[in-house]
């Protein structure tokens, strides 16, 4: 059995067509377009592609679009930055990398919290272990 004997015509192309919204929407916002598999399964069931309607296995039939059918490939292709088995990348032009460290001197928000922390867990282990002064009595 053919792929579009299965998933109907233009179920791809529907598919693409909602990928391309995605990198829309992505674009506006300026932010890394990061889809998991479950969202994939979702725009899947709503344009009609029911090959990737299923979250589980939704990295395998990816992979194997990819690797096996030149016109899904060659569809997906200029939008899909990258993909792997947690989701798909999009391009999205203008986007910061997702995957991509912070330059050097640039820390992240996290990193910059725990650099606090570190700097002030000594000052404050001191002051936990001194003991009070016991008040003298009269």
Do not use: C, H
Request: charged letters at 25%; glycine letters at 6%.
């Amino acid at each position: 059995m053919r792929f579009f004997e299965f998933t109907g015509d233009n179920s791809l192309d529907k598919f693409v067509t909602t990928l391309r919204n995605q990198v829309g929407r992505y674009t506006s916002k300026n932010a890394p377009g990061i889809i998991n598999w479950t969202t994939i399964s979702s725009i899947a069931k709503s344009s009609g592609f029911e090959v990737l309607a299923n979250p589980k296995t939704g990295y395998e039939i990816f992979k194997m679009l990819w690797d096996k059918n030149p016109k899904a490939k060659s569809l997906l292709e200029p939008m899909v930055k990258n993909f792997n088995d947690r989701g798909l990348e999009l391009k999205i032009p203008g986007a910061p990398d997702a995957e991509k460290e912070p330059a050097q001197g640039q820390k992240d928000s996290e990193q910059a919290v725990a650099d606090i922390a570190a700097a002030a867990a000594p000052k404050q282990l001191a002051q936990a272990n001194q003991t009070p002064p016991v008040p003298a009595q009269a």
